[in-house]
Structures are given as C-alpha cells and as structure tokens.
C-alpha cells in the first residue's frame, strides 16, 4: 500500500518558522495530488493546504493563506509545507495525505483523500 511519512515538526515560538516534509514510498506522488491537514486537541481535522499532481495549481485555508506553502520538490515523491509566522493556533498534529482522483482544483475535503501519514506534531509557544 502506499505510505507516507511526515517530518520537520517541533517545538517553535510565535513568528518562528517550521518546513515539514511528506515522502511517499516509491514515486506514488509524481501522479497523485496531495494535501496537508491538521488536528488540534478537542478538535475535528482540518484543512491546511493541497496541491494538484501537477504542481500547477494550489487550495489553503483561509487561516493560513499568506503564511504558509505547499510545494512538490524536484523529487516528485516530496511534498512540503512551509510555515512562516505561526502563532499558537497553529499548534496540531500535522497530516499529509494522497488523492488518487488528482482532484482539480485541488480537494479540500479529506474524502477525497485515501492515502495518510502518520502526523507530525507542531507546537507554538506564545
């Protein structure tokens, strides 16, 4: 089955910065879409961002358009999601995922999504 594995999370203080990584096994990513979602205690999973197979076209969520980046890298197994100015809101397990529909514009519901990693923790102090 397809699996994916998160990184780059960590502690960090209000206006710092974090880039996490999402690598899926073999090159399943070259031809999928995928996103980035997220999950703060007491709280249902959210939407953060998605990105077509393409790379073309992109979704954020509101709360975080202008501070954060999703991206594929050269290596078109890799996905990243840059954040800048985070605040203590932004505090939550992290969560790639993969779409085998290559929904465009990209899904921003997690049903659209089949495939998902295991989270990343990012903490924002104040």
């Known amino acids: 089955q397809v699996q994916l594995v998160e990184s780059g999370g960590g502690l960090v203080q209000a206006g710092g910065s974090l880039r996490l990584s999402c690598a899926a096994s073999?090159?399943?990513?070259?031809?999928?879409?995928m996103g980035w979602f997220r999950q703060a205690p007491g709280k249902e999973r959210e939407f953060v961002a998605a990105?077509?197979?393409?790379?073309?076209?992109?979704s954020y969520a509101d709360s975080v358009k202008g501070r954060f980046t999703i991206s594929r890298g050269n290596a078109l197994n890799m996905v990243y999601l840059q954040m800048n100015s985070l605040k203590p809101e932004d505090t939550a397990v992290y969560y790639c995922?993969?779409?085998?529909?290559?929904?465009?514009?990209?899904?921003?519901?997690?049903?659209?999504?089949?495939?998902w990693g295991q989270g990343t923790q990012v903490t924002v102090s104040s």
């Open positions: 995922a993969a779409d085998p529909k290559r929904t465009v514009p990209p899904g921003t519901k997690e049903e659209r999504y089949d495939y």
């Open positions: 990105i077509t197979w393409s790379g073309v076209n992109t």
């Open positions: 073999g090159r399943t990513v070259i031809s999928y879409g």
